[in-house]
Every structure is written in structure tokens, then in C-alpha cells.
């Protein structure tokens, strides 16, 4: 047993400065995790919906939409492992699909207005974010690919609604009749590498994306409701997601469990974004990456394996352009986030995680020996993590002994 323990003083500034959040109706209830070493502590606060006065529950189903993605890459990461996968092969033996790519000539271009890709894209490529193509940062329209972008839902220009999407065979088709923005390996671009590896995962193993999952990670882990849809029997679990209307100045329902976009069995399985889990099933998985994969007396992934994906893999240049998400105190692993320069409290050169846009964020502290992980049911409104994010971690970190 470590020494190291969390404060209960500090604790309970955070559960008075979380629940300033509730009582204010920023957002109806949250689920809040902080674990140093052996000792982990929970707040559970709030309701499940403003309209109906449910508590908040400890295992409440949230919809973690980018923190899959980690899961994703550790997915890849154990196809890696078994020799079935390699980080520097073409992916197009497996999606021909993305084989022979054209590119734009820049970003304002018009779709036929391309040159040769200059290589084929690898599976590294998919883990970093550097295929090519992915969210384009900009105002709508303001760009030609945009319009096929949202047209086609590709994703990454939006918060995504599952039951909604093209089936898997469809979405790839789609996204391989359109141009790439930047040439493989040249660039992060955001969020759509994940399911472009989420796709490549599922037809290597022969399995389903989340089928996969289940089997190497979810019951290894123990993460029972983790899952690509919410069943019947756990639809009770699921809060209501809310999202902010700046016309209105209110906070609107974004899906309902009466009707959630959650409950069918998706289309296509998001490799990006399309999960969801609970707080502890969440807990078991950055524990096994904190552990260096290890979870109890099974190894999920080798150490050397996560020391890839936690570590930096990104240039400078590969990461100019994305400083709405970087900053210059964060980069890019393999599906996740790592802080590369302190620039406030609970910024640690190390730390490793991401956030989810309809309302999560986890992260991972190797040096401190530390998780935090906060789910809300409020949508981020920018890639900017929000005060109630910030809050939470500042508070984390001081409640450290």
C-alpha cells in the first residue's frame, strides 16, 4: 500500500465548488472520479434531467462520444501486438476503399482540383491523426470540402447522433470519393482517423468493432455497460444530454432516453466517438493504462506498447494549426493527448487523456500516480475545455497530499 492519500479537506471543496455548477443549473448533475494510487474517491451530484428530478447515480450511463478513442487506439494497439497489425504498413490491403488518394491543393480548393497523394496511408498514420483528412476548423461553408463533409456525415463537424449515421460500408464509400485536406503523415487533423480505425479494427479481427472490444478489453476489464448502444433493460441509466443555444441563452435537450439516438444498435460503430460507459468502467480502463497495461493478473497490453501511445508523437509542424486543441502545452500520442509543458496546476508534462464533446474528460497522470475523470450531460461548446472541466482538475490536483 502507497502513502500517498487525497485530502479530505480539499475534497470537500470540491464536491462545494462541483455542486455550485448544480445549483446554478449550468448543468443538471455530474459524476466526478479522482483516484492517487489505492485511494479514490467519488461525487455523485445532481439529477439525471432538469425535468424530471431523478438523483444523479453512480451508475449513470453517460455517452462519452472522444474519450472511445483511446479505446480505439488501444484496440489497435493489441492487433499491433498480435502480429496482425504493424505501425508502418499501408492500410489499403485492408480498406482498398482509401487506396490512391488524391489531395487538395489547399484548403479553399475545389474538390477536382487535387494532386497525388505521395504515399499510401499506415496504421501510425491512423493512431496520430496524420492520414490526411479530419475535422476542418472553420465556419460553415466557408470552405468547398465542407459542404460534402456535413452532406455526407463523414463527422467531425459536429456532435454526432449515432442512429443517424450511414452504415459502415456506406460511410467509407463516401469518405473515399472525396479528396484528402493534406498529404498522409504531413498533419494532425482531428477525430475522423479514429474511425477510419475502428473500421480497419473490425475487418482485421473478423469481428465487429464493439464486438472486439468486448472480448480484449470490456471483459477483461470488467466494463459491463460499456457498449456502442444503451439497451432497455439500462435505458433508466441513461441521463439527458443537453446542449447550449446561444439564440436562447438556455440549455436545450440534445437526446432524450425516451428516444435516444443511443438505444438502436448503431449503423456504424464509431471508432471516434459512438461509446458509451459509466465512471467506473472508465476507472478499470485508465487504471489498466496507468498500470502500464496491466489490470490485476492480466496483462491487456504490453508496457512498451503503452509507453508508445502515452508519449509524444507529433512534430511541430505536424501540429501547427491545431492549436485550438493543443495549445503549446499539450500533443498527440496514439489516440489520446499528452501534456508536454506545465502552464497551470493540473497541467503535467506526461499526463495523458482527452476529452469528450457531449461532456466528459479523463486523464491519466503517470508521475503522480493519479486518475481524474468528470462526466457531465452538458455538450462542450468549443474544443476549449469549459470551467466546470478546468475547476475540476484544479481541484483534483489540490486534493493530492
Known amino acids: 500500500m502507497t502513502t500517498e492519500t487525497l485530502s479530505k479537506q480539499r475534497l470537500e471543496r470540491m464536491r462545494q465548488v462541483l455542486s455550485g455548477y448544480v445549483e446554478r443549473k449550468e448543468l443538471p448533475g455530474l459524476v466526478a472520479l479522482v483516484s492517487c494510487h489505492d485511494d479514490v474517491h467519488v461525487e455523485t451530484l ?18 462519452i462520444a472522444s474519450l472511445t478513442k483511446p479505446i ?21 490491403p485492408w480498406l482498398p476503399e482509401l487506396a490512391q488518394r488524391r489531395v487538395l491543393k489547399s484548403i479553399s480548393s475545389q474538390l477536382d482540383d487535387t ?5 499510401a496511408i499506415t496504421v501510425r498514420d491512423l493512431l496520430t491523426f496524420r492520414m490526411g483528412f479530419g475535422s476542418v476548423m472553420a465556419m460553415p461553408d466557408t470552405y468547398p470540402i465542407q459542404k460534402s463533409i456535413r452532406e455526407y456525415r463523414i463527422g467531425g463537424d459536429g456532435p454526432p447522433l449515432p442512429a443517424q449515421a450511414p452504415g459502415t460500408q456506406e460511410w467509407l464509400q463516401r469518405l473515399g470519393s472525396l479528396p484528402w485536406l493534406a498529404q498522409p503523415g504531413e498533419r494532425w487533423m482531428y477525430h ?35 457498449a456502442f448502444h444503451v439497451p ?26 425516451a428516444n435516444s439516438s443511443w438505444h438502436p444498435e448503431p449503423p456504424f460503430e464509431s471508432g471516434g466517438g459512438g461509446l458509451v460507459s459509466t465512471i467506473d468502467d472508465y476507472f478499470a480502463f485508465s487504471r489498466m493504462l496507468l498500470n502500464k497495461g ?41 489516440g489520446m493527448a499528452v501534456d508536454i509543458r506545465r502552464d497551470e496546476i493540473f497541467r503535467m508534462p506526461g499526463r ?21 475523470i468528470l462526466f457531465t450531460q452538458r455538450m462542450m461548446e468549443s474544443p476549449e475545455p469549459p470551467k466546470v472541466f478546468t475547476d475540476f482538475w484544479t481541484l483534483a490536483y489540490g486534493a493530492m497530499e
Open 46 to 63: 445532481g439529477t439525471m434531467s432538469f425535468e424530471q428530478q431523478a438523483p444523479m447515480r453512480r451508475d449513470a450511463i453517460f455517452r
Open 72 to 92: 480505439t487506439a488501444v484496440a489497435a494497439m493489441i492487433l499491433v501486438e498480435d502480429c496482425k497489425l504493424r505501425l508502418d504498413d499501408s492500410i489499403e
Open 115 to 119: 494532386v497525388p497523394a505521395r504515399r
Open 192 to 226: 475522423v482517423s479514429a474511425d477510419v480505425l475502428g473500421i480497419l479494427i473490425a475487418r482485421v479481427s473478423g469481428q465487429t468493432l464493439g464486438a472486439f472490444m468486448r472480448e480484449r478489453i470490456f471483459d477483461p476489464l470488467g466494463m459491463k455497460d460499456t
Open 232 to 257: 432497455a433493460e439500462k435505458i433508466q441509466r441513461l441521463p439527458v444530454s443537453y446542449m447550449f443555444n446561444r439564440q436562447t441563452n438556455t440549455l436545450e435537450v440534445y437526446d432524450d432516453p
Open 294 to 334: 496491466r489490470q490485476g493478473d492480466r496483462q491487456i497490453l504490453a508496457r512498451a506498447a503503452v509507453a508508445l501511445m502515452t508519449s509524444d508523437q507529433l512534430s511541430s509542424e505536424q501540429r501547427a494549426g491545431s492549436e485550438i486543441f493543443f495549445g503549446d502545452y499539450r500533443s498527440w500520442g496514439f
Open 352 to 372: 495523458f487523456g482527452w476529452d469528450g464533446g457531449l461532456g466528459t474528460s479523463a486523464y491519466a497522470d503517470p508521475a503522480e500516480g493519479m486518475i481524474g
